[in-house]
């Protein structure tokens, strides 16, 4: 099932590429980096540069980096340009099944926030019970 330009809503980051490809190949409404319909954002893209593109097409983002929200750099870009990120939380790097598959048992949880939380910024972790969010 390819994505559809008119229903994108979410873009994985390079941190979770498998997961992005994943996700792409399942669900119309995601993209990743290096994806044809986001050619602003190729693989290798830093954050300063990913950030902004991602936040003006109105995407939310699904990341395994949580350094994101503690680098004062990339901190200052998700407030500035209202980022909204779902973090794949977690004190260990899982493996792209196991990544998908929290996502999947999260996926209302997600799509709640999606339609509840608006405009970011806004940062919520994915854990393996809940999704909670986090201050940036």
Do not use: C
């Amino acid at each position: 099932m390819p994505a559809d330009p008119s229903q994108l809503r979410l873009f994985v980051d390079e941190s979770a590429l498998g997961l992005g490809k994943v996700l792409a190949m399942a669900r119309r409404d995601v993209v990743h980096t290096g994806h044809p319909l986001v050619p602003e954002v190729p693989l290798g893209t830093v954050d300063p540069v990913w950030i902004p593109a991602v936040a003006a097409r109105g995407l939310a983002v699904i990341a395994r980096d949580k350094r994101i929200r503690t680098k004062p750099g990339e901190l200052a870009l998700l407030r500035q340009h209202g980022l909204r990120v779902f973090w794949i939380a977690g004190k260990r790097d899982l493996s792209t099944w196991d990544a998908l598959t929290r996502l999947v048992r999260r996926w209302a949880d997600i799509e709640r926030a999606l339609e509840n939380k608006g405009a970011g910024p806004w940062f919520v972790a994915v854990n393996e019970a809940n999704v909670r969010e986090i201050q940036v």
